[in-house]
């Protein structure tokens, strides 16, 4: 069945490491997001791709960083610059073809230790 | 620019209730609605979506939506709450450009008591 992976489940990062979040899609998709989830709030845009090779900063971009180097994948990488990283990460995809919305993955939790 | 706006980000009725959850949106082009819902620590799933034609829009799970260009607007509803529907729900809205990116309301957290 085609749709969006995202590992691990669950992440722990110590203070001043960087950490990376897996996503992989097989809908042959061409756009991806990454987005961020406090508790009690609503989702904030990080990244987006639009094509490989290609990505922009969504609201809060500072302290990520992002790759798209295939069109299956565009991973996530927490730096330490980001001096507040626990929440719930949730990557997502959709077919520019077409107005149908959103594709999500089950989402990673990071948490600081 | 467009945004959603959600009414109450917490709504609780009693099993076998009525379930509206609201969701009002702005856009300076004919918009694309969507309602999702998430269920604790997982991702979002798609309950249903207005593109165009017509505007009562059905849903899995006994939801629908009706798109109500005049009062720009588009509200949830399910007859009869069940104990599963308690999740959180989101509206979101395309207006076409920018990619066709999707713009999230601030979520409601349905409570369904027994």
């Known amino acids: 069945d085609g749709g969006i992976t995202q590992s691990p489940k669950y992440l722990f990062r110590k203070e001043g490491q960087n950490v990376t979040l897996s996503c992989e899609q097989n809908l042959n998709h061409d756009a991806m997001y990454w987005y961020r989830q406090d508790p009690g709030q609503g989702l904030r845009l990080i990244y987006y791709s639009q094509i490989v090779n290609d990505f922009q900063k969504g609201d809060i971009a500072e302290g990520y960083s992002v790759s798209r180097e295939k069109k299956e994948s565009f991973p996530l990488t927490v730096t330490s610059a980001q001096k507040n990283p626990t929440a719930f990460y949730l990557c997502a995809s959709r077919s520019t073809g077409g107005n149908y919305g959103y594709t999500f993955g089950s989402g990673t939790r990071l948490t600081v230790v | 620019a467009q945004s959603v706006t959600q009414l109450g980000s917490h709504v609780s009725v009693s099993e076998g209730a009525l379930v509206l959850l609201r969701c009002n949106y702005s856009s300076s082009v004919p918009p694309y609605l969507f309602w999702y819902v998430q269920y604790p620590n997982q991702g979002l799933q798609l309950l249903l979506k207005?593109?165009?034609?017509?505007?009562l829009v059905k849903g899995i799970n006994g939801f629908e939506a009706e798109f109500k260009k005049s009062e720009t607007s588009f509200h949830l509803t399910k007859p009869s709450a069940h104990m599963s529907d308690a999740a959180e729900y989101f509206c979101a809205v395309s207006d076409g450009n920018a990619g066709n990116m999707l713009t999230f309301g601030g979520g409601t957290r349905l409570m369904v008591k027994p």
């Open positions: 207005y593109t165009t034609g017509a505007t």
